[in-house]
């Protein structure tokens, strides 16, 4: 499956941002879904995961309340509602597609996106 994310920008503390991840491919749906991101000069870091159906969603501490994941298999579509945005949320966001039924671990992901950028101004 191949995977364009998009949505990223500049935005304000406070503020709010969706991402969008594009898969293509008849067999999107089978696959769980995850948000990654990575900030200059730190680690790739997991932000949210949701299973194939939708049915079940885990988040990283550091966003849990304030992001948002959610998916459309009939559009092949990920997203990724982000409120209260955080200079700390300062990243690359990559969207990531993993056989597993659900994963935190960016190791058991098979198909990356290209990365989009967000940035949030204190």
């Known amino acids: 499956v191949q995977l364009q994310a998009s949505g990223g920008g500049l935005v304000q503390a406070g503020g709010s941002l969706r991402l969008s991840c594009a898969g293509s491919?008849?067999?999107?749906?089978?696959?769980?879904m995850g948000w990654f991101r990575q900030a200059p000069g730190k680690e790739r870091e997991f932000v949210a995961a949701i299973s194939w159906s939708g049915g079940t969603k885990y988040y990283a501490d550091s966003v849990k309340g304030r992001f948002t994941i959610s998916r459309d298999n009939a559009k092949n579509t990920v997203y990724l509602q982000m409120n209260s945005l955080e200079p700390e949320d300062t990243a690359v966001y990559y969207c990531?597609?993993?056989?597993?039924?659900?994963?935190?671990?960016?190791?058991?992901?098979?198909?990356w996106g290209q990365g989009t950028l967000v940035t949030v101004s204190s």
């Open positions: 491919g008849r067999t999107f749906s089978s696959y769980a």
């Open positions: 990531a597609a993993t056989h597993d039924p659900l994963s935190g671990s960016y190791r058991r992901y098979d198909y």
